[in-house]
């Protein structure tokens, strides 16, 4: 049997937060709130080395230390675009972070989730260094998308998941630059 292609539409909100805040200071920030220097490899390690829910609940909990995110990561694109052209490059940085215990509320609906989970934001600083912008995409309109060819079961449950974890992101981007 050969493989077959379905293509399904759908429709995405990207949202701007601007801030006179430079870029370094918003960095720092969501640095700290998003425990950059307990989370990343550590994640990892407790996803994989995990053998029961109580273990993964109480590291990912202990990363967290009540806040509903953690860092996984960074890709810094203003280091390296800078020394490929040799110009300067604005502040640009893309963090990828989330938390397990939220992404199963969404992953337990649907796999195909796990395109938009977990969560990334943008921070790209103004050419001119006035301020910064945090750029991300809605993870509820992303996450919750109808399912097969005629583009149909979009699942409630998945919906109200996402909504959830958008609002969060949202709560998250409003303590970085508050």
Do not use: C
Not at 45 to 53: A, Q
């Amino acid at each position: 049997m050969s493989a077959t292609k379905s293509i399904v539409e759908f429709t995405g909100r990207r949202i701007t937060f601007k801030s006179p805040l430079s870029f370094a200071e918003v960095s720092a920030r969501l640095e700290k709130e998003l425990n950059k220097p307990g989370g990343g490899p550590a994640v990892f390690r407790i996803l994989g080395t995990s053998k029961t829910k109580e273990e993964i609940e109480a590291g990912i909990n202990a990363l967290t230390g009540g806040r509903d995110f953690v860092y996984f990561g960074e890709v810094v694109h203003n280091r390296w675009l800078k020394a490929y052209t040799g110009a300067p490059v604005p502040g640009t940085a893309v963090y990828t972070f989330g938390n397990p215990l939220i992404a199963q509320t969404m992953l337990q609906y649907d796999l195909a989730a796990g395109l938009h989970i977990p969560p990334k934001l943008l921070l790209l600083e103004n050419a001119d260094g006035s301020g910064t912008r945090i750029i991300y995409d809605d993870p509820s309109s992303h996450i919750p998308v109808p399912s097969g060819e005629t583009g149909e079961g979009l699942d409630d449950e998945l919906k109200k998941a996402a909504e959830a974890l958008s609002a969060k992101v949202e709560a998250l981007v409003a303590v970085v630059l508050g």
